[in-house]
Nanobody, 122 residues
Framework: QVQLVESGGGLVQAGGSLRLSCAAS????????MGWFRQAPGKEREFVAA????????YGADSVKGRFTISRDNAKNTVYLQMNSLKPEDTAVYYC???????????????WGQGTQVTVSS
């Protein structure tokens, strides 16, 4: 079992930055892939980024490439999502997720955090 707790969300103006953190506990963190999804009101949950246990990154929508960076610190059992040049359309609840394997769909991931709200004002 893996427990995930996100933090770092909040309200920011367009063009600003936020760094989300996800602290993991339970089974061996370093052997799990970690990911971030987001869900805006009335929309499906969307893949944002993921990182393998070896540190290989993959990103989802073209809209976040070049602006968002995922990273992990296995010594701290934490994964991060650095979000720069934020836009109002980035407004969503951001969820941390974990699984032995990466996937682009929510169904590919077994463990989820409760989510953290990110609101970007124009």
């Amino acid at each position: 079992q893996v427990q995930l707790v996100e933090s770092g969300g909040g309200l920011v103006q367009a063009g600003g930055s936020l760094r989300l953190s996800c602290a993991a506990s339970g089974r061996t963190f370093s052997s799990y892939a970690m990911g971030w999804f987001r869900q805006a009101p009335g929309k499906e949950r969307e893949f944002v980024a993921a990182i393998s246990w070896r540190g290989m990154n993959v990103y989802g929508a073209d809209s976040v490439k070049g602006r968002f960076t995922i990273s992990r610190d296995n010594a701290k059992n934490t994964v991060y999502l650095q979000m720069n040049s934020l836009k109002p359309e980035d407004t969503a609840v951001y969820y941390c997720t974990a699984d032995p394997r990466m996937g682009y769909s929510p169904g590919s991931w077994n463990y989820w955090g409760q989510g953290t709200q990110v609101t970007v004002s124009s």
